[in-house]
Protein backbone atom coordinates (compact mmCIF):
# COMPACT_ATOMS: atom_id res chain seq x y z
CA UNK A 1 0.00 0.00 0.00
CA UNK A 2 3.19 2.25 1.02
CA UNK A 3 4.60 1.45 -2.77
CA UNK A 4 1.40 2.28 -3.93
CA UNK A 5 1.02 5.44 -2.70
CA UNK A 6 4.62 6.43 -2.91
CA UNK A 7 4.80 5.71 -6.88
CA UNK A 8 1.35 8.12 -7.20
CA UNK A 9 3.27 10.80 -5.87
CA UNK A 10 6.44 10.47 -7.47
CA UNK A 11 4.17 10.88 -11.02
CA UNK A 12 3.79 14.30 -13.00
CA UNK A 13 0.54 14.93 -15.80
CA UNK A 14 1.32 16.02 -18.87
CA UNK A 15 1.97 19.34 -18.99
CA UNK A 16 -0.77 21.55 -20.17
CA UNK A 17 -0.59 23.19 -23.66
CA UNK A 18 -1.61 27.25 -23.54
CA UNK A 19 -4.12 28.50 -25.97
CA UNK A 20 -1.43 30.51 -27.82
CA UNK A 21 0.92 27.05 -28.15
CA UNK A 22 -2.13 25.32 -29.61
CA UNK A 23 -2.58 28.05 -32.61
CA UNK A 24 0.95 27.70 -33.08
CA UNK A 25 0.63 23.90 -33.94
CA UNK A 26 -2.36 24.89 -36.07
CA UNK A 27 -0.93 25.09 -39.83
CA UNK A 28 -2.59 28.24 -42.03
CA UNK A 29 -3.10 27.33 -45.21
CA UNK A 30 -2.51 30.91 -46.44
CA UNK A 31 -0.90 33.28 -43.93
CA UNK A 32 -2.26 36.37 -45.50
CA UNK A 33 -5.97 34.95 -45.14
CA UNK A 34 -6.63 36.92 -41.58
CA UNK A 35 -5.10 40.54 -43.47
CA UNK A 36 -7.54 43.44 -43.43
CA UNK A 37 -9.87 43.52 -46.67
CA UNK A 38 -11.27 47.49 -47.66
CA UNK A 39 -14.75 47.22 -48.12
CA UNK A 40 -15.66 47.92 -51.76
CA UNK A 41 -18.24 50.66 -52.67
CA UNK A 42 -21.51 50.47 -53.86
CA UNK A 43 -21.13 52.01 -57.47
CA UNK A 44 -25.37 52.32 -57.80
CA UNK A 45 -25.30 54.56 -54.01
CA UNK A 46 -22.99 56.50 -55.78
CA UNK A 47 -25.17 57.17 -58.50
CA UNK A 48 -28.23 57.95 -56.66
CA UNK A 49 -26.38 60.52 -54.23
CA UNK A 50 -25.09 62.35 -57.32
CA UNK A 51 -28.41 62.04 -58.77
CA UNK A 52 -30.10 63.96 -55.66
CA UNK A 53 -27.52 66.31 -54.78
CA UNK A 54 -28.41 67.20 -58.94
CA UNK A 55 -31.72 67.32 -58.51
CA UNK A 56 -31.33 69.65 -55.32
CA UNK A 57 -29.34 72.11 -57.11
CA UNK A 58 -31.90 72.14 -60.16
CA UNK A 59 -34.69 72.57 -57.77
CA UNK A 60 -32.99 75.70 -55.72
CA UNK A 61 -32.22 77.43 -59.62
CA UNK A 62 -35.58 77.11 -60.21
CA UNK A 63 -36.82 78.59 -56.96
CA UNK A 64 -33.87 81.79 -57.31
CA UNK A 65 -35.82 82.24 -60.59
CA UNK A 66 -38.88 82.74 -59.01
CA UNK A 67 -37.31 85.12 -56.65
CA UNK A 68 -35.89 87.32 -59.18
CA UNK A 69 -39.45 87.37 -61.13
CA UNK A 70 -41.07 88.82 -57.74
CA UNK A 71 -41.59 92.61 -58.16
CA UNK A 72 -39.49 92.85 -61.62
CA UNK A 73 -40.20 94.73 -64.57
CA UNK A 74 -38.58 93.17 -67.61
CA UNK A 75 -36.66 89.85 -68.10
CA UNK A 76 -34.23 89.27 -70.68
CA UNK A 77 -31.96 86.98 -72.59
CA UNK A 78 -28.31 87.46 -73.51
CA UNK A 79 -26.68 85.09 -75.47
CA UNK A 80 -23.01 84.10 -73.15
CA UNK A 81 -21.48 81.88 -75.91
CA UNK A 82 -17.78 82.11 -75.39
CA UNK A 83 -18.25 84.89 -72.72
CA UNK A 84 -15.31 83.87 -70.07
CA UNK A 85 -16.35 83.97 -66.32
CA UNK A 86 -14.05 87.13 -65.67
CA UNK A 87 -16.55 88.87 -68.45
CA UNK A 88 -19.64 88.06 -67.07
CA UNK A 89 -18.06 89.25 -63.46
CA UNK A 90 -17.12 92.52 -65.18
CA UNK A 91 -20.69 92.74 -66.92
CA UNK A 92 -22.37 92.36 -63.38
CA UNK A 93 -20.25 94.94 -61.95
CA UNK A 94 -21.40 97.50 -64.79
CA UNK A 95 -25.45 97.01 -64.33
CA UNK A 96 -27.15 99.32 -61.67
CA UNK A 97 -28.49 98.12 -58.78
CA UNK A 98 -31.64 96.78 -59.19
CA UNK A 99 -30.71 94.45 -62.06
CA UNK A 100 -29.18 91.19 -61.44
CA UNK A 101 -27.64 88.88 -64.56
CA UNK A 102 -28.11 85.12 -63.36
CA UNK A 103 -26.93 82.26 -65.74
CA UNK A 104 -29.64 79.30 -65.68
CA UNK A 105 -30.58 76.99 -68.07
CA UNK A 106 -33.51 76.93 -70.23
CA UNK A 107 -34.99 74.11 -68.30
CA UNK A 108 -34.54 75.29 -64.99
CA UNK A 109 -36.30 78.88 -66.56
CA UNK A 110 -38.93 77.32 -68.16
CA UNK A 111 -40.16 75.62 -65.10
CA UNK A 112 -39.79 78.70 -63.57
CA UNK A 113 -42.42 80.74 -65.49
CA UNK A 114 -44.54 78.12 -66.17
CA UNK A 115 -48.25 79.41 -65.93
CA UNK A 116 -47.45 83.02 -65.01
CA UNK A 117 -46.90 86.40 -67.33
CA UNK A 118 -43.41 85.76 -68.10
CA UNK A 119 -44.33 82.66 -69.98
CA UNK A 120 -44.54 84.87 -73.08
CA UNK A 121 -40.32 84.48 -72.96
CA UNK A 122 -40.62 81.05 -74.57
CA UNK A 123 -38.61 82.21 -78.00
CA UNK A 124 -35.64 82.44 -76.26
CA UNK A 125 -35.47 79.37 -74.15
CA UNK A 126 -32.61 77.98 -76.61
CA UNK A 127 -29.21 77.83 -76.84
CA UNK A 128 -26.66 79.76 -74.21
CA UNK A 129 -28.41 81.93 -72.35
CA UNK A 130 -27.83 84.33 -69.20
CA UNK A 131 -31.13 86.57 -67.92
CA UNK A 132 -31.41 89.90 -66.68
CA UNK A 133 -33.75 90.52 -63.91
CA UNK A 134 -34.78 94.31 -64.05
CA UNK A 135 -36.40 95.75 -60.64
CA UNK A 136 -36.62 99.14 -61.42
CA UNK A 137 -38.92 101.04 -63.99
CA UNK A 138 -35.82 102.70 -66.01
CA UNK A 139 -35.86 100.04 -68.56
CA UNK A 140 -33.31 102.15 -71.12
CA UNK A 141 -31.26 102.28 -68.16
CA UNK A 142 -31.19 98.29 -67.07
CA UNK A 143 -30.41 97.78 -70.76
CA UNK A 144 -27.53 100.41 -71.49
CA UNK A 145 -24.65 98.57 -69.41
CA UNK A 146 -24.75 95.32 -71.93
CA UNK A 147 -25.22 97.95 -75.06
CA UNK A 148 -22.11 99.46 -74.03
CA UNK A 149 -20.32 96.02 -72.87
CA UNK A 150 -21.25 94.45 -76.22
CA UNK A 151 -19.75 97.44 -78.40
CA UNK A 152 -16.77 97.97 -76.60
CA UNK A 153 -15.92 94.18 -76.46
CA UNK A 154 -16.84 93.79 -80.21
CA UNK A 155 -19.34 91.41 -78.96
CA UNK A 156 -22.12 91.50 -82.03
CA UNK A 157 -22.79 87.77 -81.92
CA UNK A 158 -23.81 87.90 -78.07
CA UNK A 159 -27.12 90.02 -78.40
CA UNK A 160 -29.94 90.18 -76.60
CA UNK A 161 -32.26 87.23 -77.00
CA UNK A 162 -35.67 88.41 -76.39
CA UNK A 163 -37.44 90.48 -73.74
CA UNK A 164 -40.21 90.27 -71.61
CA UNK A 165 -42.28 93.73 -70.29
CA UNK A 166 -45.54 94.01 -69.33
CA UNK A 167 -46.39 90.65 -70.59
CA UNK A 168 -45.38 91.21 -73.98
CA UNK A 169 -42.59 89.55 -75.66
CA UNK A 170 -39.87 91.83 -77.69
CA UNK A 171 -37.59 90.13 -80.24
CA UNK A 172 -34.33 91.30 -80.52
CA UNK A 173 -35.03 93.38 -83.73
CA UNK A 174 -37.83 95.25 -81.33
CA UNK A 175 -35.55 96.39 -78.56
CA UNK A 176 -35.27 99.95 -79.81
CA UNK A 177 -38.62 100.68 -78.77
CA UNK A 178 -37.64 99.53 -74.95
CA UNK A 179 -34.09 101.07 -75.22
CA UNK A 180 -35.77 104.49 -76.15
CA UNK A 181 -38.56 104.18 -73.44
CA UNK A 182 -38.80 107.76 -71.92
CA UNK A 183 -37.11 107.80 -68.53
CA UNK A 184 -38.82 109.24 -65.38
CA UNK A 185 -38.03 112.79 -65.23
CA UNK A 186 -38.71 112.87 -69.20
CA UNK A 187 -42.10 111.93 -68.24
CA UNK A 188 -42.44 114.35 -65.68
CA UNK A 189 -41.60 116.90 -68.08
CA UNK A 190 -44.32 116.07 -70.34
CA UNK A 191 -46.98 116.03 -67.75
CA UNK A 192 -45.42 119.43 -66.34
CA UNK A 193 -45.54 120.57 -69.96
CA UNK A 194 -49.19 119.86 -71.26
CA UNK A 195 -50.45 121.03 -68.02
CA UNK A 196 -49.17 124.55 -68.33
CA UNK A 197 -49.46 124.76 -72.11
CA UNK A 198 -52.43 125.24 -74.38
CA UNK A 199 -54.71 122.34 -74.65
CA UNK A 200 -53.91 121.33 -77.36
CA UNK A 201 -50.41 119.68 -76.29
CA UNK A 202 -52.33 117.65 -73.91
CA UNK A 203 -54.19 116.59 -76.61
CA UNK A 204 -51.02 115.38 -78.53
CA UNK A 205 -49.83 114.06 -75.29
CA UNK A 206 -52.97 111.82 -75.04
CA UNK A 207 -52.14 110.98 -79.05
CA UNK A 208 -49.00 108.79 -78.00
CA UNK A 209 -49.24 105.03 -77.91
CA UNK A 210 -51.51 103.65 -75.59
CA UNK A 211 -47.88 102.41 -73.72
CA UNK A 212 -46.93 106.12 -73.80
CA UNK A 213 -50.15 107.34 -72.31
CA UNK A 214 -50.16 104.94 -69.29
CA UNK A 215 -46.62 105.32 -68.75
CA UNK A 216 -47.05 109.41 -68.47
CA UNK A 217 -50.39 108.62 -66.60
CA UNK A 218 -48.67 106.18 -63.82
CA UNK A 219 -45.96 108.62 -63.28
CA UNK A 220 -48.10 111.01 -62.69
CA UNK A 221 -50.36 109.32 -59.86
CA UNK A 222 -47.08 108.56 -58.00
CA UNK A 223 -46.05 112.30 -58.05
CA UNK A 224 -49.06 113.33 -56.57
CA UNK A 225 -49.17 110.80 -54.15
CA UNK A 226 -45.76 111.51 -53.45
CA UNK A 227 -46.60 115.12 -53.01
CA UNK A 228 -49.28 113.81 -50.47
CA UNK A 229 -47.29 111.66 -48.25
CA UNK A 230 -44.97 114.89 -47.95
CA UNK A 231 -47.65 117.20 -47.07
Known amino acids: MEASLCC ?16 ALVPLSNPFSLSFRPRRRNPSSSTTIRAAISRAKKEQTVEVVKKELEGC ?20 AALPPTSRLLVAKNTLVSKAVEGTS ?21 IPEALKPYRTFQRERKLEENDFTGAVFEG ?3 APHEFKS ?24 LVSTLQAPARDVVLVLKAYVRKLEEQGAAA
Open 8 to 23: SSTSTPPPLRTQAQSL
Open 73 to 92: HLIAGIRYKGLTVKELQDLR
Open 118 to 138: WASIAPCLQGMNAWLFVHSEE
Open 178 to 201: LETMPSRAEIYGKILGAIKSPSIS
Open 168 to 170: KFY
